[in-house]
Nanobody, 116 residues
Framework: QVQLVESGGGLVQPGGSLRLSCAAS????????MAWYRQASGNPREFVAR????????RPIYVDSVKGRFTISRDNNTLYLQMNSLKPEDTAVYYC?????????WGQGTQVTVSS
């Protein structure tokens, strides 16, 4: 199994920045890709960004609404999401996801609120 723990959420003004982190532990070797999803109140969970495992090649993938503002990266066992130029519509609970050999794993989520 893989355990995922997100951190870094909070309240930020429009135009501000936040960096989310997701610490992975457990069967790290089974992870194929890692991703960020988000879920705004009353809405279904949506894909935000994905990155492949180190050494497997492939470019990060982003949903159109965050392209040019968000950057996904991975360093050893930690996944990051750098979020710049934040907008009120980015307000949501952000979840870390690991697609792996076996059942996928999800973190517990971290709240991001963009408001003045």
């Amino acid at each position: 199994q893989v355990q995922l723990v997100e951190s870094g959420g909070g309240l930020v003004q429009p135009g501000g920045s936040l960096r989310l982190s997701c610490a992975a532990s457990g069967d790290i070797a089974s992870i194929i890709t890692m991703a960020w999803y988000r879920q705004a109140s009353g809405n279904p969970r949506e894909f935000v960004a994905r990155i492949s495992s180190k050494g497997s090649g492939g470019r990060p993938i982003y949903v159109d609404s965050v392209k040019g503002r968000f950057t996904i990266s991975r360093d050893n066992n930690t996944l990051y999401l750098q979020m710049n130029s934040l907008k009120p519509e980015d307000t949501a609970v952000y979840y870390c996801n690991a697609a792996r050999i076996g059942p996928e794993s999800w973190g517990q989520g971290t709240q991001v609120t963009v408001s003045s």
